[in-house]
Structures are given as C-alpha cells and as structure tokens.
C-alpha cells in the first residue's frame, strides 16, 4: 500500500476521516490507550506482511531498490566532490539513503502512545493510521524537546492546579513572548484567554487546552484563507515550487526531502539548480537529485543565469509531462539588490514561459534565527511574491513559537516544517500537531 507523504493518507483512501472537525473530538472521551494498541498491532502485523513480500522477492526487490543515476544534463566534474557533498549530506551510498527514508515501527513506548493519541484526537481511524505519521509525530516532538522544556515545563509550573490567575496569565505571555511567538499572536491569545477569564472560572487543565485551540486558530488562519489545508501538487499541470530564504537556512536540504517525498508519493518530479551564486550548490543539489531518481537541470558554468537554468528546467519539465519542478536558489540577503533582481527575472520568465502553472513561492525560515530572521526574510516577500513558509532547524532551536510569528505578523501559511537532517525530519505542517507536540505535558 502506497502512503502518499504529501496528502498524509493512504492512496487508496476513500473516505476522509481526517476532516472531522477536531474541536468536536472530545480526546478525553477516546480510549486513546486501547485505540494505541490497536494501531500498535496493525502497524506490526503490516510489517511483517512487507517483510515477508521483500523475502520473497529476495534479492531482486534490493536490486530494484538502487536507483540508477538519471542526472542527464549535468556531470559531476570529479569524484573526489562528489564523495565530499556525499558526506557533507551524509548520506554514504544509496542503501543508506534507501533505509534512511523507510521507517521502521519501533517499541509500543509512550512516544508511540501519544503519537497515537494526536492521530486518534484528529480523527484517523485504526485501519488509516500510518507508520510515516507516528514516525513523523516522534521526531516532531523530539525536535520541539527545546522549545517545550523552556516552555512548558514553566508554564505547568505557573499553571498549577488551581483555579487561572491574571497573575499567571502575564507570566504566560512573558514565556510566549520569549519563545518568539511575537506580539500579535501573543496578544490574540491572551486577549482571548483574558475575556474567558473574565466569564468563569478556569482551571489548569480547561486553561492549558484553550490555549493550545486559541494557538492552532491562530495558525490555521492564514492556511484556511488558501483554501487548501495541505500544499499538494495538482494533478496533470506543472506546479512549479521555488525555494527562497536567506543563506544557510536549509532551502536545498528542504527541496531535497521534497524531492523524495513527492516521488515516495507517486508525483514527476525535476530539479532547477537555479543557485549559481555558489560554486558547490549544484553538486549539493545534484546529489539530492541522485538519491531520489530525480532529475537536475543545472549549468556548472560560474555565475550562470539562474533565469536561464529556469527556462530549460520548464522546457524539460513540459517535454516530460512533469507535474513538480522544485527550483532551488540562491541564499540572498535583501541589500544585495541585484540577487533581488535575479529573482524577480525568474519569476518573469515563469511567467512567461509557463502562465498556465501553479507556482508556489516558499520562503524557507531557519527557526534558531526567530523573528530577526523572519524580519529580515519578509525583505523577499516583494520580490518573491511569497505564498508559504517552510520552518527549518524546530530542532535544537527553543524559539518554536516562531511559527506562531510566522501566521500572525507575516500573516503567511506555514506548509511544511523540519526538524532535524535526516531524510525524514521534514513534513506537510498540521497545526494540531504541532501543538501538541510544543505543549506536550510529558
Ligand atoms: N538541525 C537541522 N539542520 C538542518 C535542517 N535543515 C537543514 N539543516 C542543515 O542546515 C545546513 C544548511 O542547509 P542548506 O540546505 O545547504 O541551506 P541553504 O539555505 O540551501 O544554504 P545556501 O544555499 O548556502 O543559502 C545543512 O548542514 C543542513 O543539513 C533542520 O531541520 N535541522
Ligand atoms: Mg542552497
């Protein structure tokens, strides 16, 4: 059974039990243990279905698994860099990455527990659950692990057992404030918490879940005012992705994952290396492209147009019937007018060139950075014509609240978030999810 990673579902799936509306799930009233162990056992028993297929097919199923290189239009000038981008990725042979991005079901522990927990809260039923959501879900929560200790545990603590403050909700908006959520999202959800408070008497509990509703409101508006929860490419047109941000924020590390997660989920996928600022950049691409059979379209000459790159990326993508061209570029800061303007050239030429795509433009955000890198990012939203955010580097940062920034100052939808290197540390944003995984109790 195919799990299409970016429509987060099955792709046989025929009803959409993921659309229930999760403030009408009351989780207290879901034997969320009893419902885990089920999932639990199902995951496992498919497991073993998978290995036994793979045994079967012996040795044939690993040799089909090795991708073979379709890189055409470009030739890794020597072994030895590409041997050094291989480790810099670290990703050492193609196996690895292959077993890099399948998971592997776990011990039934309390993170596969509260995995279960906020699948079964959203409304996925036993036989839907996947084991790419729980493997996300764990590694979610582990990224957030810095953002929540700073956090949480202090807000448990201010929180207590009695009956909410006033008092406590200024200490509430200091730690929300200083977890880079921002003014204005901080002030909508004290506002909100406030005028509660000033109806009836909240508890600790009441007080911990409203909050965390006010904060996924917060975050779905601007995903809600595109009309589509999840960024999918469309079928049988060219979606064509670009990935902008400043340097070293992880834009071609995001595009790769992508890469691979489209092909996983059965989308044509193509890469334009349209970074030619950086002498290494198209090696670093043209790796990603290796690993997930998709090809790149680059041209190793130093400072080539990236417009230029655009232009035959659009045309190979249209002779190919491609349905995702992701256009990696270069890491620009906003004094550097002319880097400006080379984007804007690009967007012309898409213009151009193929009116009729669906193009995203998606600003990739390095959390660590919090809102100073947001604000110095927004300098491309003119030029860029932004559409969504990719959040990078959750992990190790305790600024995770800059999501929250990101929805309400910048007003942009979040689609998807990363939270550490590895293949599969990057998926579609959920709100629910995430936080949950930021205000998880345990
Ligand atoms: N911990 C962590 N590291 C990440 C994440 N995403 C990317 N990185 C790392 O960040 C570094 C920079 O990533 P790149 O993808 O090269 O960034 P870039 O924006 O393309 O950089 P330029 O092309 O130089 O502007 C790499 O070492 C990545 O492995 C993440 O979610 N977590
Ligand atoms: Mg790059």
Same mark, same amino acid.
């Given at each position: 059974m195919i799990y299409d990673e970016l429509?987060?579902?099955?792709?046989?799936?025929?009803?959409?039990?993921?659309?229930?509306?999760?403030?009408?799930?009351?989780?207290?009233?879901?034997?969320?243990?009893?419902?885990?162990?089920?999932?639990?056992?199902?995951?496992?028993?498919q497991q073993?279905?998978e290995k036994i297929e793979e045994s079967d097919s012996s040795n044939c199923s690993l040799v089909d698994k090795e991708p073979e290189p379709t890189v055409?239009?470009?030739?890794?000038?020597?072994?030895?860099?590409l041997q050094?981008a291989l480790s810099?990725n670290k990703l050492n042979s193609s196996d690895q990455f292959i077993k890099e991005a399948d998971p592997t079901l776990g011990?039934?522990?309390?993170?596969?527990?509260?995995?279960?927990?906020?699948?079964?809260?959203?409304?996925?039923?036993?036989?839907?659950?996947a084991l790419e959501?729980?493997d996300w879900?764990?590694r979610?929560?582990?990224?957030?692990?810095?953002?929540?200790?700073? @956090?949480? %545990?202090?807000?448990?603590?201010?929180?207590?057992?009695?009956?909410?403050?006033?008092?406590?909700?200024?200490?509430?908006?200091?730690?929300?404030?200083?977890?880079?959520?921002?003014?204005?999202?901080?002030?909508?959800?004290?506002?909100?918490?406030?005028?509660?408070?000033?109806?009836?008497?909240?508890?600790?509990?009441?007080?911990?879940? @409203?909050?965390?509703?006010?904060?996924?409101?917060?975050?779905?508006?601007?995903?809600? =005012?595109? $009309?589509?929860?999840?960024?999918?490419?469309?079928?049988?047109?060219?979606?064509?992705?670009?990935? /902008?941000?400043?340097?070293?924020?992880?834009?071609?590390t995001?595009?790769g994952k992508i890469a691979n997660l489209a092909v996983r989920s059965g989308y044509?996928a193509?890469i =334009?290396? =349209?970074?030619?600022?950086?002498?290494?950049?198209?090696?670093?691409?043209q790796i990603w492209g290796q690993r997930s059979q998709v090809q790149v379209?680059?041209?190793?000459?130093?400072?080539?147009?990236?417009?230029? /790159?655009?232009?035959?990326?659009?045309?190979?993508?249209?002779?190919?019937?491609?349905?995702?061209?992701?256009?990696?570029?270069?890491?620009?800061?906003? %004094?550097?007018?002319?880097?400006?303007?080379?984007?804007?050239?690009?967007?012309?030429?898409?213009?151009?060139?193929?009116?009729?795509?669906?193009?995203?433009?998606?600003?990739?955000?390095?959390?660590?950075?919090?809102?100073?890198?947001?604000?110095?990012?927004?300098?491309?939203?003119?030029?860029?014509?932004?559409? $969504?955010?990719?959040?990078?580097?959750?992990? $190790?940062?305790?600024?995770?609240?800059?999501?929250?920034?990101?929805?309400?100052?910048?007003?942009?939808?979040?689609?998807?978030?990363?939270?550490g290197e590895g293949l599969r540390d990057l998926r579609?944003?959920?709100?629910?999810?995430?936080?949950?995984?930021?205000?998880?109790?345990?």
């Amino acid at each position: 059974m195919i799990y299409d990673e970016l429509n987060r579902e099955y792709k046989d799936s025929k009803t959409d039990d993921s659309s229930l509306n999760k403030s009408d799930i009351d989780k207290e009233s879901i034997d969320s243990l009893n419902w885990a162990k089920q999932a639990y056992e199902r995951l496992k028993e498919q497991q073993k279905k998978e290995k036994i297929e793979e045994s079967d097919s012996s040795n044939c199923s690993l040799v089909d698994k090795e991708p073979e290189p379709t890189v055409e239009s470009i030739q890794v000038e020597s072994q030895s860099n590409l041997q050094n981008a291989l480790s810099e990725n670290k990703l050492n042979s193609s196996d690895q990455f292959i077993k890099e991005a399948d998971p592997t079901l776990g011990d039934f522990d309390e993170i596969f527990t509260w995995s279960a927990e906020v699948l079964a809260a959203q409304g996925k039923t036993v036989e839907k659950v996947a084991l790419e959501e729980i493997d996300w879900l764990s590694r979610l929560r582990q990224g957030l692990e810095k953002t929540r200790q700073s @956090f949480v %545990t202090e807000l448990l603590e201010k929180f207590g057992d009695d009956p909410l403050t006033p008092e406590v909700l200024e200490d509430l908006e200091m730690l929300l404030l200083r977890a880079d959520a921002g003014v204005n999202a901080t002030d909508k959800a004290l506002d909100a918490l406030r005028r509660r408070l000033n109806e009836e008497v909240i508890d600790a509990n009441e007080g911990l879940r @409203f909050l965390k509703q006010q904060l996924c409101q917060i975050l779905d508006q601007p995903i809600q =005012a595109t $009309g589509s929860d999840l960024l999918t490419p469309q079928r049988d047109v060219l979606n064509i992705w670009l990935f /902008v941000g400043v340097n070293g924020v992880g834009k071609t590390t995001t595009l790769g994952k992508i890469a691979n997660l489209a092909v996983r989920s059965g989308y044509s996928a193509l890469i =334009a290396a =349209a970074d030619t600022f950086r002498a290494a950049a198209v090696e670093q691409v043209q790796i990603w492209g290796q690993r997930s059979q998709v090809q790149v379209i680059a041209n190793q000459t130093v400072n080539a147009d990236p417009a230029a /790159v655009v232009f035959d990326a659009i045309g190979a993508a249209r002779s190919k019937e491609i349905e995702l061209l992701l256009v990696d570029t270069a890491g620009r800061l906003q %004094t550097k007018n002319n880097l400006m303007d080379e984007l804007q050239k690009v967007r012309r030429i898409i213009q151009k060139l193929a009116p009729k795509a669906v193009v995203e433009s998606l600003l990739v955000l390095d959390a660590s950075q919090g809102q100073n890198g947001l604000r110095q990012a927004m300098a491309f939203a003119e030029s860029a014509g932004l559409t $969504g955010v990719v959040i990078t580097k959750l992990d $190790g940062s305790s600024r995770g609240g800059v999501a929250l920034a990101v929805a309400a100052e910048a007003n942009l939808p979040i689609r998807f978030v990363g939270a550490g290197e590895g293949l599969r540390d990057l998926r579609p944003f959920n709100s629910f999810e995430f936080v949950e995984a930021l205000l998880a109790k345990r």
